[in-house]
């Protein structure tokens, strides 16, 4: 089983200004790195929800893609559920009893990740 330290050490380090909060610490120490590493997984588990649920991002405008993909991971459980896991998976000891603290604000900050991310794949903005 891996240590906290081996999950730290699979993590891309990332270069980002310095947090103000300990909210914002965490988004940027714990959760970008993690999702960053996830990346190809959260891809490949959303491309199958929108196979199973049938979405055609593609034949959306692109000023509605962000919403319907904002939709998807806030209002359907399964999906945000198993992309939440991906990360969670992932904390070591003391980022989990952050987590467990902190839950509701950690799930916000999540969520703007995945779609953020989702977003820059499926509806890239174009200038």
């Not at 034949?59 to 559920?81: N, S, Y």
Request: positive net charge.
């Amino acid at each position: 089983m891996p240590t906290d330290e081996d999950r730290r050490t699979l993590r891309p380090q990332l270069q980002l200004a310095p947090a103000a909060s300990p909210d914002e610490k965490f988004q940027n120490n714990t959760l970008r790195p993690i999702m960053k590493m996830q990346h190809d997984l959260i891809l490949a588990i959303f491309e199958h929800f929108l196979v199973k649920r049938k979405v055609k991002l593609e034949q959306l405008p692109a000023d509605q893609r962000f919403g319907k993909i904002k939709e998807m991971v806030t209002r359907d459980h399964r999906l945000r559920d198993l992309l939440f896991g991906l990360a969670l998976g992932q904390f070591t000891s003391a980022e989990m009893a952050y987590y467990l603290e902190h839950d509701s604000n950690v799930h916000r900050r999540m969520t703007n990740l995945i779609v953020e991310r989702m977003t820059s794949v499926f509806a890239p903005v174009t200038s």
